[in-house]
């Protein structure tokens, strides 16, 4: 039989209500699961070995995400693969915010050298925010008579062997930088990648290399003692830390390359719990304790950028990188 209409309005009525009774239950679980963020141990994973740039960072940070969250927060390396290992990792963890990745422009740079990864990092993972932002430092090998951007360019166009330029590894940012420098230049530059900064350093002033693109805390203190030149360095303006060194844009229009670090998370991480963490890591930022550690390992604090603002900078960069990979013809076996 069929039933009344009102009989039939009043159960709908009652679905409807219940639906939104349940919605809002959803809701304000999810908001209080939200104020509560973070009720228990943060896990800040580093895609590289102990001691490296990138883990400083972290560890810096991770002191003071702990200070500002009242919670712990413990770094765990997760090397191997050029950041991929601790990347997979990071993207099968939950996506509460309580597994947190600090890690370098190879996170982006990978997919255009790799044919199969475990990631896509413009899906996989959301920036929470930007931590350092500095260029690189063009030094060479003292043996080199070169003593500008402009000579360098000369000796690798006089014929011969051509130059060799080291880096800490195939798809680093110094690598990247070098490629770069040579399709800009049209140099004849040879690769020589190192397991690290420290053995490409270590070659660089023994002159078995004859220069590097590097980061300003591997090359300055080699620079300051002596043991290589410094010619130039890599972003839009010369760098407050070293203002009498040109940019090598002076001399290459259109160069620039910077050094960055990030913190990212799970791409499905709640909104709330992302702006929490981009709040936090501004205050830790603007603390003197964290601006002081940064400085002693040779790093530069950010401009803070909201979340979006940390994924648009993300993804012009690996668009930027993506293009010199294609142009270079670098491949990875």
């Known amino acids: ?21 349940c919605a809002g239950a959803f809701a304000l679980a999810a908001g209080a699961a939200a ?55 990071v993207k099968r963890a939950a996506a509460d915010g309580y597994t947190v990745m600090v890690v370098d422009p190879a996170l982006i740079i990978n997919p255009s050298l790799m ?41 690798a166009k006089s014929g011969g062997q051509g130059l060799s330029f080291a880096s800490a590894g195939i798809g680093t940012t110094p690598h990247m930088a070098g490629e770069l420098f040579k399709l800009k230049t ?38 300051t003692a002596g043991k290589i030149r410094a010619l130039a360095t890599t972003g839009e303006k010369r760098s407050p830390d070293w203002p009498q060194l040109p940019t090598v844009a002076e001399t290459v229009p259109g160069f620039k390359v910077l050094f960055w670090t990030g913190l990212f998370v799970p791409a499905q991480t709640p909104p709330d719990v992302i702006q929490k963490l981009n709040d936090a890591v501004a205050k830790v930022w603007e603390s003197e304790e964290a601006q002081e550690a940064l400085k002693k390992i040779g790093e530069t604090p950010a401009p803070a950028m909201t979340s979006a603002q940390s994924q648009e900078f ?12 294609k142009d270079a013809n670098i491949k990875v076996d």
């Open 314 to 325: 993300v993804q012009s960069e690996s668009r930027m990188w993506a293009t010199v990979v």
């Open 1 to 21: 039989m069929t039933q009344p209409y009102h009989a039939r309005a009043l159960r709908r009525a009652l679905q409807l209500t219940s639906a939104a009774v």
């Open 115 to 155: 044919a199969s990864l475990p990631y896509d990092p413009l899906v996989d993972f959301k920036a929470v925010s930007m931590l350092t932002i500095s260029p690189l430092m063009l030094s060479v090998t003292n043996s080199l008579p070169a003593k500008s951007v402009a000579e360098l360019q000369g000796l």
């Open 35 to 89: 104020a509560a963020y973070p009720d228990h141990q943060i896990t800040l994973v580093v895609p590289y070995a102990p001691g490296g740039g990138v883990d400083s960072v972290g560890r810096i940070l991770s002191r003071g995400l702990a200070k500002e969250l009242n919670q712990s927060v413990v770094v765990e390396n997760r090397p191997g693969a050029g950041a991929t290992v601790g990347a997979g990792y």
């Open 186 to 223: 049209q140099g004849n530059f040879i690769h020589v990648p190192y397991k690290g900064s420290g053995p490409a350093m270590t070659d660089l002033i023994s002159g078995q290399v004859q220069f590097s693109f590097s980061t300003i805390a591997a090359a300055s203190p080699f620079v």
